[in-house]
């Protein structure tokens, strides 16, 4: 029985690997002993190398072995397409995996670009208290600035703090809020306030992004916070900016269960976010786009 098990996970190898190069031609490469394999994937800057090894248990009872060598990306990076591609493998047992996790690897790497190029564009805009905001804004999930603490809803110029329906996922819960900010200082102002609210203070990450329209000079003031959520912070800018949002912070609050979630992680954050902004009725109407 053993026998024929191993029988089995050799010719379903074999198999794959024929299908493997047949689809990657030169660019899936063998090493000289045999039983490992590599591929090179690149998206303009950013490079990734993926090397894996098969085992006597692979696919039927048990996971090849998977390197990642990337020089050019962060160790965040690194841990976060590493568990990506092991989630991966836990919702595929039993079955071959590896074109999955190429191509999974490539469609992570093409997003990452696309991210970097929208943190670019979004660094070129104007910011005029961009300094002053960074040098001011203390971690606001660990404490409160003290000279904000007194603030009470009634002094935030009539910021009405709109909070969404908690939305959760394999015992992650996400949570978007959302006010009507004309400056930097009101933007730390909301977030103050936010924290004041003890589970919200508490949560795993609240990460935020504002984006401010500026009558005079004809030019947002932006940023964003990840919070510890890499790359949260940049995608919330993003969907603001896709949406033509002014004058809008939003904050998306998630307590972590304890279950990795990938890159779905972002899709329940937009989702939080863009909720909240609705429910606030904050979208900009056609109208209202046409006047800028």
Known sequence: MENDTHIDNISRQVEEQEVLKSIYGEDWKEDDGGGSWS???????????????????????????????????SRADMTEITNILQDMYLDNIGETVI?????????WLQDKVSLQACEVAAKVEDLEDEEEFAASYTCWNDKHDEKTDHLSKDMLNGAKIVHGDPISFKKSTFQGHVATVTSTNEVKQVLSNLMENKKIAHA???????????????????DCDDDGETQAGSRMLHLLQIMDARNILVVVSRWYG???????????????????????????????????
């Open 204 to 222: 795993t990450h609240n990460m935020y992004a504002f984006r401010i329209y500026r009558e005079d000079t004809k030019s947002f003031s932006q």
């Open 258 to 292: 304890g279950v990795h979630l990938g890159p779905d992680r972002f899709r329940f954050i937009n989702n939080a976010a863009r909720q909240v902004i609705e429910k606030a009725g904050l979208l900009p109407s056609q109208e209202q786009k046409k006047k800028h």
């Open 39 to 73: 591929i090179t994937l690149s998206e303009e800057n950013l490079t990734l190398e993926l090397f894996v090894t098969l085992t006597d248990e692979y696919p039927g009872q048990g996971p090849p072995l998977f390197q990642i060598f990337a020089p050019s990306l």
């Open 99 to 107: 074109f999955q996790w190429v191509e999974k690897a490539r469609e």
